[in-house]
C-alpha cells in the first residue's frame, strides 16, 4: 500500500536582499510504501533538507503536492499541523532535542502528554519499547547522564511512541561514534522488519546501506535510486559509493 506520495513538488526561495531566487526543488515526484526504509542522499546544498522539511510539514513547497495515507499535507491548516505532526509523524534528528530538564522518560512521554493521553496507556506504550530499545535501567536519568548512543535510543522511543504512520530522520547517526551508530542502525532494521515506515535523511554511506531503497538528490532533482532487491548491506554499500562518485563528478548517468 502506498503510503506517502509526492508529486511534482517544487520549492523557490527568494533571498531577503535583492529578490534573486533560488531553486531548492525542481519537479520532484517519489512514492513510498508502507513498511518500506528509504534513505535520502545527495551533497549539501542538493535539495534534500528542503525535502525533509517539507515532508515534515515544516515548511510549504512553492508548488506540488505530498500526500499522506491519503492527506494532502501541503492543504492542512496551519492551527492543525502541530496535530497532524504528533498523531502521524515520529522524528529522529542528529542533535537528539531532548530536554535537560526532563528525564529520558519524560523526555519520550511528551507527544503523549501533548495528546493527552493518560499515564497507563503511556507506561503501557512505553515498556514493550524500552525493552527492545535496551533503555529500561536509564529511563530515570537526564540527557546530560547518559551516552551520545543511549540519547540517540530515547530519541527513537519518543518517535515511536506515538505509533507513527512515518518515521522522519535526520541524519540520525551523525553525532554518534561508529558502534553506537551501528546500534542505531540495526534498531531501526529492526522496527523496519516490524512493519515501521522509515524515511531517513543522511550523508553516511553506511547508513543508507541499511536502507531498502536509496533515492539520490542532485540540485533539487531525483538523479538515481538503488532497490536493495537481493543485495547485501556491503553490495549495498559499494552501489552507494559508486553512485555518489558519479554525482561528485558531475555525471548523468549510472549504470
Known amino acids: 500500500m502506498r503510503l506517502l506520495e509526492v508529486k511534482n513538488l517544487k520549492k523557490i526561495y527568494t533571498t531577503r536582499f535583492g529578490g534573486n531566487q533560488v531553486q531548492a526543488l525542481?519537479?520532484?515526484?517519489?512514492?513510498?510504501?508502507q513498511g518500506e526504509y528509504v534513505a535520502i542522499m545527495g551533497e549539501s546544498g542538493s535539495g534534500k533538507t528542503t525535502l525533509l522539511n517539507i515532508l515534515a510539514s515544516l515548511d510549504k513547497p512553492t508548488s506540488g503536492e505530498v500526500f499522506l495515507d491519503g492527506k494532502n499535507i501541503v492543504t492542512i491548516q496551519d492551527s492543525e499541523i502541530s496535530a497532524f505532526r504528533r498523531d502521524n509523524l515520529g522524528f529522529v534528528f542528529q542533535d537528539f532535542n531532548l530536554l535537560d530538564t526532563f528525564s529520558l522518560q519524560d523526555n519520550i512521554f511528551l507527544p503523549l502528554v501533548l495528546a493527552q493521553k493518560n499515564y497507563e496507556e503511556m507506561n503501557g506504550r512505553l515498556k514493550p519499547l524500552a525493552k527492545r530499545l535496551e533503555i529500561e535501567d536509564i529511563l530515570p536519568k537526564f540527557p546530560y547522564e547518559v551516552s551520545g548512543g543511549q540519547k540517540q535510543r530515547a530519541a527513537v522511543a519518543r518517535a515511536l511512541i506515538t505509533q507513527?504512520?512515518?518515521?522522519?530522520?535526520?541524519?540520525?547517526?551523525?553525532?554518534?561514534?561508529?558502534?553506537?551508530?551501528?546500534?542505531?542502525?540495526?534498531?531501526?532494521?529492526?522496527?523496519?522488519?516490524?512493519?515501521?515506515?522509515?524515511?531517513?535523511?543522511?550523508?553516511?554511506?553506511?547508513?543508507?546501506?541499511?536502507?531498502?531503497?536509496?533515492?539520490?538528490?542532485?540540485?533539487?532533482?531525483?538523479?538515481?535510486?538503488?532497490?536493495?532487491?537481493s543485495m547485501s548491506n556491503d553490495d549495498m554499500y559499494q552501489k552507494i559509493s559508486y553512485t555518489l562518485s558519479v554525482l561528485a563528478s558531475g555525471g548523468d548517468d549510472v549504470e
Open 164 to 229: 507513527p504512520k512515518l518515521v522522519l530522520a535526520d541524519e540520525p547517526t551523525g553525532a554518534l561514534d561508529s558502534k553506537a551508530a551501528m546500534n542505531l542502525l540495526k534498531i531501526f532494521s529492526g522496527i523496519n522488519d516490524l512493519g515501521q515506515t522509515i524515511l531517513m535523511v543522511t550523508h553516511s554511506v553506511a547508513a543508507a546501506s541499511h536502507a531498502n531503497r536509496v533515492l539520490f538528490i542532485k540540485d533539487g532533482e531525483i538523479f538515481n535510486q538503488i532497490y536493495r532487491g
Open 26 to 33: 525542481a519537479n520532484v515526484s517519489f512514492s513510498v510504501e
